[in-house]
């Protein structure tokens, strides 16, 4: 059953019409000073959290890593002939990773020393790209 949920994030309000999943959260940035979007390393699964992270265009990305182990992020097109939009250098215990804001799209990554570690970043785009519009989730993402 799709339930429609709002989570604000800066200003924007967000309907999101999917079934419920904990994995699926649409990014908050961490303060209104620091307009960032923050994936943090887990030492279980789903390893990242949120596994599935939504975030507006314009927004940056940054992955925290409060565990004890090294981990990485590297975008799955970095493996094809595709386009490689991130790839992180191994990032330490309390250290952090951050990559500019994408244009909209899905971008699955996985960790190079942990395979068993997968998220996936979409980026989506609010009407006219402004800021406290409403947006809504496409099909061809959920």
């Known amino acids: 059953m799709k339930s429609p949920r709002c989570i604000r994030h800066i ?61 990485s992020i590297r975008h799955d097109g970095c493996l094809t002939d595709g386009v490689c939009a991130f790839n992180s250098v191994f990032v330490p215990p309390d250290n952090s990773f951050a990559i500019a804001p994408l244009p909209p799209g899905r971008y699955p990554y996985h960790c190079e020393l942990h395979p068993i570690m997968r998220g996936t970043l979409v980026v989506i785009e609010s009407p006219q790209g402004t800021v406290g519009a409403e947006i809504t989730l496409p099909d061809s993402i959920r």
């Open 11 to 71: 200003g924007i309000c967000a309907w999101l019409l999917m079934p419920f999943s904990p994995e699926a959260v649409t990014m908050p940035a961490a303060r209104a000073d620091a307009l960032m979007a923050d994936i943090a390393f887990e030492t279980s699964a789903p390893y990242y959290q949120p596994q599935l992270a939504i975030v507006a265009a314009g927004m940056p990305v940054r992955w925290s890593n409060g565990t004890a182990s090294p981990h």
